[in-house]
């Protein structure tokens, strides 16, 4: 079945430095969705991504969907406190929404 | 507008018993996604539901089972609990595929 990898498992960083993770489809996909997940809460849609090579950014997130749609990345410049949570990525291949294992950031300030 | 409304919130149950979960989706929403979150497997797809149908499901045993009711708010249904299925089950709606997923708070299930 579907498979959706997702690198690294946890990132520490000091406060101000990037970070970025990266997630890998085993299929094509129709499209990719990030998620964060706050400890102790529920995931969130941030964004979603449609077309080969896509780039959409929201303040200092940017967001990479790979020309053959099967891979995509979430890079967050210049990290402060209050991005502390597990990000994910979930690829549509069909009617099913399959999440990776989520990248898990601490920053320490 | 309200969100996704999961009940309950938590539940304790014992080995063998059965549970039954709930979900209300966004209004307007017809999708609804059942997923099961555990520390070391992070978010497993159990079903998804389109206007009644299961479209989709996961690769989980016979015991979990969902439906979808002409209002669109959702159950799932696990028989023969095991000390395994203890896990934070997510509800999500959304329009309808390829649109973003709206998470419920999800049910604390703890099997003893």
């Known amino acids: 079945g579907q498979q959706v990898m997702q690198i690294p498992q946890y990132q520490h960083v000091q406060e101000g430095e990037d970070f970025t993770t990266y997630c890998n489809s085993s299929?094509?996909?129709?499209?990719i969705q990030w998620y964060k997940q706050r400890p102790g809460g529920h995931p969130v849609f941030l964004i979603q991504?449609?077309?080969?090579?896509e780039v959409k950014k929201q303040k200092r997130l940017t967001f990479q969907f790979g020309e053959a749609k099967k891979n995509s990345s979430l890079h967050i410049t210049a990290t402060q406190t209050t991005d502390v949570g597990t990000y994910f990525c979930?690829?549509?291949?069909?009617?099913?929404?399959?999440f990776g294992k989520g990248t898990t950031l601490s920053v320490s300030s | 507008k309200a969100g996704v409304t999961q009940t309950p919130r938590y539940l304790i149950k014992t080995r063998g018993q059965q549970v039954t979960l709930s979900c209300s989706p966004i209004?307007?929403?017809?999708?609804v996604s059942w997923y099961q979150q555990t520390p070391g497997q992070g978010l497993q797809f159990l079903f998804e539901?389109?206007?009644?149908?299961?479209?989709n499901k996961g690769n989980f045993p016979g015991r979990f089972s969902g439906r979808q009711f002409s209002n669109s708010r959702s159950e799932m249904n696990v028989s023969t609990l095991e000390l395994g299925d203890s896990a934070l089950y997510l509800c999500?709606?959304?329009?309808?595929?390829?649109?973003?997923?709206?998470f419920g708070s999800g049910t604390r299930l703890t099997v003893v």
């Open positions: 991504l449609v077309k080969s090579g």
């Open positions: 299929t094509t996909l129709s499209n």
């Open positions: 539901y389109f206007s009644e149908t299961q479209r």
């Open positions: 209004s307007g929403h017809r999708s």
């Open positions: 999500a709606s959304s329009f309808q595929e390829n649109y973003g997923y709206t």
């Open positions: 979930a690829g549509q291949a069909g009617t099913a929404l399959i």
